[in-house]
């Protein structure tokens, strides 16, 4: 079993990350995961969240809002909506991002209003987690 696998993360804005980690901590749609070497393959969707990287250097943790994580045996690789590093993300980010989504909450159809309050239920919980 290796020890490190390659784990990639991008935004549409820029790479944050291309390194080899030891365990990738993922804020996954249905709950969090660990990605390891040698994991059995699987594609899940993000919920807003922090995404910790552990290399050999030590820990990188990224604000993530929305995207994709595929992971293999071989590897990561997490394509996000949108993605910071947590030391960049600033109070005023955050509330931006609630207020937009409190506001598609009003405008959500009956099926739909689930969803969106989660979404401001998860962007609320991001923030406090990033103590802003």
Excluded at 4 to 20: I, K, N, Y
Excluded at 111 to 125: F, I, P, S, T
């Amino acid at each position: 079993m290796a020890d490190t696998m390659q784990f990639d993360l991008v935004s549409p804005e820029r790479r944050l990350a291309s390194v080899q980690a030891r365990e990738v901590r993922i804020p996954g749609a249905d709950g969090d995961l660990t990605a390891m070497p040698d994991h059995s393959p699987l594609i899940t969707t993000l919920r807003p969240g922090i995404l910790t990287v552990v290399t050999a250097e030590g820990m990188n943790d990224y604000a993530v809002i929305g995207g994709f994580a595929e992971i293999s045996a071989a590897g990561a690789s997490v394509l996000a909506e949108r993605a910071m590093p947590k030391a960049e993300v600033k109070a005023s980010d955050m509330d931006a991002l609630i207020a937009d989504a409190t506001a598609e909450v009003a405008e959500a159809p009956a099926e739909g209003k689930d969803a969106a309050n989660k979404l401001v239920a998860d962007l609320q919980a991001l923030k406090a987690a990033l103590g802003l």
